[in-house]
């Protein structure tokens, strides 16, 4: 019984955690140097790959990810280290769309429309990434969004044979942004699996130029 209990649940148990500890591991040494929290010291860029995420939380709150996202784009667009901004995000169902929205709130805070390029099919970060290339022409982008998040995307970027560095957004307070980090940890792990599996993005289509 004790066998069973040991090489039936004890091991697979830690076998999962310490593969969890890998790919938390990994992602986050690739991104060393490569991560930056000042525009003063972040390299320039054509574009700026904007994440997307919901405005509102469930009960209508405002959502300080997406609040703290736009206060990056803005820094990061105002200290001239970006010329466009790529919005990428989700518009699968009716009423909900995250580069409409984020555009929305850039437009409010100054940022001229003509450099704001939307992408709605940026479904996953994978397909964020991907797309920024495959559609969108770029090699190199700077990613914004909060660090963890950055991090996977430059990972990603790697893999997928593109220059990445990351402007970090403000984090959220632990305890508001638990769930979040616990679930960062499982989308680490996915990403090995996408990787291994040759995951691609849901919708590619036409390419669309950014103009010089």
């Known amino acids: 019984m004790k066998r069973v209990f040991v090489y039936g649940i004890v091991l697979p148990l830690l076998l999962c955690c310490m593969g969890i500890l890998f790919c938390n591991y990994r992602i986050t040494c690739y991104a060393k140097g490569r991560v930056f929290t000042d525009t003063a010291s972040i390299p320039c860029n054509k574009v700026g790959l904007l994440l997307g995420t919901s405005p509102r939380l ?3 709150r405002s959502n300080p990810y ?6 990056a784009a803005v820094a990061l667009y105002n200290a001239g280290k970006v010329k466009y901004i790529l919005i990428s995000g989700d518009n699968r169902r009716h ?12 437009l409010r805070r100054g940022v001229p429309k003509e450099v704001l390029v939307l ?3 940026g479904l ?6 991907v797309r920024s290339k495959e559609i969108f022409g770029q090699d190199s982008i700077t990613v914004i969004s909060q660090q963890f998040h950055n991090e996977r995307a430059i990972f990603l970027a ?10 970090n957004a403000e984090d959220v307070g632990t305890q508001e942004g638990f769930k979040t980090q ?8 996915k990403v090995y699996v996408d990787f291994f599996t040759n995951k691609q993005p849901r919708h590619l289509g036409e390419k669309i130029e950014i103009p010089e």
Do not use: C, W
């Not at 997406?66 to 206060?71: A, C, E, L, P």
């Not at 996953?124 to 990434?129: A, E, N």
């Not at 790697?158 to 402007?167: K, L, P, Q, R, S």
């Open 58 to 60: 469930k009960g209508g």
């Open 66 to 71: 997406f609040d703290n996202r736009i206060n």
């Open 95 to 106: 009423n909900y769309n995250e580069p409409q929205a984020m555009k929305d709130s850039l």
């Open 119 to 121: 992408d709605f099919a």
């Open 124 to 129: 996953r970060t994978l397909d964020s990434v």
């Open 158 to 167: 790697h893999h997928y044979e593109m220059e990445a560095i990351g402007y």
């Open 182 to 189: 616990v679930r960062e940890l499982f989308a680490r792990v």
